[in-house]
C-alpha cells in the first residue's frame, strides 16, 4: 500500500520560507488529490491546499492564500508545499494526504494521510 511521509519542517523565523516534500512511496500516487492540512495545539485541522494529481489544478485555503503554492512531479510521486511569507498563527504539525475524490477540501474525504512534520515560525 501506498504510503506518504513529509519531510521539510522546522523552525524559521516570520517572514522566511519553508519548503514541505510529501513522498508517496511502496508504489504509484493515483488518487484524485494530494491535499495538505495542517493542526496547531487545541485548534482544529485545517486545510491548507491540495492539487488534483491529474491536471495539477491547484486549491487553497484563505489564511494562505497568496502566500503558500502547492505542486506536485508525477513522475517522482512527490508533492510539494512552497511556504513564503510565514506567519506566527502558521505554526502546526504540516500533514499531506491522498484523497479527496468527495470533496477536496474535507478531511474527511481523504483517507491516507503521512506522520506529519513540525513547522514553528517564530518571532
Known amino acids: 500500500q501506498v504510503q506518504l511521509v513529509e519531510s521539510g519542517g522546522g523552525l524559521v523565523q516570520v517572514g522566511g520560507s519553508l519548503n514541505l516534500t510529501c513522498t508517496a512511496s511502496g508504489g504509484s500516487f493515483n488518487d484524485y488529490a494530494m491535499g495538505w492540512f495542517r493542526q496547531a495545539p487545541g485548534k482544529a485541522r485545517e486545510f491548507v491546499a491540495t492539487?488534483?494529481?491529474?491536471?495539477?489544478?491547484?486549491y487553497y485555503g484563505d489564511s494562505v492564500k497568496g502566500r503558500f503554492t502547492v505542486s506536485r512531479d508525477y513522475d517522482k510521486n512527490t508533492g510539494y508545499l512552497q511556504m513564503n511569507r510565514l506567519r506566527l498563527d502558521d505554526t502546526a504539525v504540516y500533514y499531506c494526504a491522498a484523497g479527496g475524490g468527495q470533496g477536496l477540501r474535507g478531511g474527511m474525504n481523504y483517507d491516507r494521510w503521512g506522520q506529519g512534520t513540525q513547522v514553528t515560525v517564530s518571532s
Open positions: 492539487i488534483r494529481w491529474i491536471g495539477g489544478r491547484q
